[in-house]
Every structure is written in structure tokens, then in C-alpha cells.
């Protein structure tokens, strides 16, 4: 099993679709959870952080399950410019500075 | 500014050559890191630095060498690499890798590597 598994994609959605990955993690032990998007032939972006409770940011919403272990983006709205690979990312707390990344769900909105 | 600056941009090389990748950051952040990715994959780890020194290597093979040379610089040394050593590399940067938020990392725009 993989230490960080993501929803397989690829996701292709019309503009204004509402829509949610999903990230689990086997680490219960994992302290900080964070979701990058990529473009294509481009670095990773950080999109947002998810401590505790979850967090919003405009059309974005993080939510963390510590007890299920994973965690959630969704998201409103979808804009043509939200077309690319979400990657899931979780620290734990041994090995301080190692990041674990999920393979990436690959998400396409058409007009 | 969390901006992560790599050179070069792309880079190609034969498999007798010795290159250089650089990496510099400027936001005091203590932690670097070195990544490869190769496509449609997601980043692989391949070398931590926490406050200058080699905090992981992630049994990388001799060919590739890092090297801190202060709190902003990072180079990754390449020598007798192999065409499937041909990938994008990343370099990242955080505050501090030891956690309490300081962890979130910044991705350089990345070195694109082609060994022939």
C-alpha cells in the first residue's frame, strides 16, 4: 500500500462544476497535509496548507480527517485556468523535512 | 517573495560530462532539498540539507553529489550519468524542516535535464 494514495483521474469537468479529490495517508502519525497544483512542464505550486480543522480559501476548501486519515480539496466553481495535476502532500513527524507526495490527480475543466 | 531561482533552465549533456545544477534562495528559509521528477510522476526526494548539512539522502546514487555551500546556495554535481538519469529537477526550499508550519516548501522552476 502506498504511504499517500490520491483519487486516480483524470477528472474532466465543464466550467462551474463543483469537484473533490480525496488523499489518504497510512502515517497515522503524519503531523502536517498540504495540497500543490502543477501545470504542465512546471514546478509544484503550493495551493493551500491543512492544519487541524481545514481551511477555505475563495473556491477552495481543505478539510482534514485525522481519523479516517485523509484529506479533501474541493472545489467551486471551476474556472478553465484550474485545469492541472493536484498533488497531496503529507509530512510526518520522524525524518524531519521528508515530504511524501501523492501520485497527482490530473484535472481538465472545459468550457 | 518566496521565490526558489534554478540554473540552468535546460541542460543537455553526454554521459562522460561533468554539470553543475544551481539553486538560491533568498527568504532565510534553513531547509533545501533536491528533487527528481520525471513525467507524469510526482517529485521523488532525493537529498534534504537542514541548516547546511545533509540531513537525507535517499541512497541517491554516487553520481549525483550535493553540496551546501551556505544557507542560500544549493548545487547538485552531476558526473557520468545515464539517459534515464534524464528528468526535471527540483530544487525546494523551507523555513525550518523540523515542523510547527515552518515545513510548507517552495519549488524552484526546475531544471530540465537531458542526458544523451
Known amino acids: 500500500r502506498k504511504e499517500v494514495e490520491q483519487d486516480p483521474g483524470p477528472f474532466n469537468v465543464p466550467e462551474g462544476a463543483t469537484v473533490a479529490f480525496n488523499c489518504t495517508y497510512s502515517?497515522?502519525?503524519?503531523?502536517?497535509f498540504f495540497w500543490y497544483r502543477q501545470d504542465c512542464r512546471k514546478e509544484p505550486k503550493l495551493l493551500m496548507s491543512?492544519?487541524?480543522s481545514g481551511n477555505e480559501d475563495g473556491r477552495f476548501t481543505a478539510q482534514l480527517n485525522r481519523a479516517s486519515q485523509y484529506i479533501s480539496l474541493l472545489i467551486r466553481d471551476s474556472k478553465l485556468s484550474d485545469s492541472a495535476t493536484y498533488l497531496c502532500?503529507?509530512?510526518?513527524?520522524?525524518?524531519?523535512?521528508?515530504?511524501?507526495f501523492g501520485d497527482g490527480t490530473t484535472l481538465t475543466v472545459k468550457p | 517573495d518566496t521565490e526558489v531561482t534554478q540554473t540552468p533552465k535546460h541542460l543537455v549533456m553526454g554521459m562522460t560530462n561533468k554539470k553543475s545544477l544551481k539553486c538560491e534562495q533568498h527568504?532565510?528559509?534553513?531547509?533545501m532539498y533536491w528533487y527528481k521528477q520525471k513525467a507524469k510522476k510526482p517529485p521523488e526526494l532525493m537529498f534534504v540539507y537542514s541548516y547546511e548539512k545533509l540531513s537525507i539522502n535517499e541512497s541517491v546514487p554516487s553520481r549525483f553529489s550535493p553540496e551546501c555551500p551556505n544557507s542560500s546556495l544549493l548545487n547538485l554535481h552531476l558526473h557520468a550519468l545515464q539517459p534515464e538519469d534524464s528528468a526535471l529537477y527540483l530544487c525546494?526550499?523551507?523555513?525550518?524542516?523540523?515542523?510547527?508550519?515552518?515545513?510548507?516548501?517552495?519549488f524552484g522552476p526546475g531544471t530540465r535535464l537531458l542526458v544523451l
Open positions: 502532500v503529507v509530512n510526518g513527524n520522524t525524518n524531519a523535512g521528508k515530504s511524501t
Open positions: 502515517n497515522s502519525a503524519s503531523q502536517s
Open positions: 491543512v492544519y487541524s
Open positions: 525546494a526550499s523551507s523555513q525550518d524542516p523540523a515542523g510547527g508550519g515552518g515545513e510548507t516548501q517552495y
Open positions: 527568504m532565510g528559509h534553513r531547509a
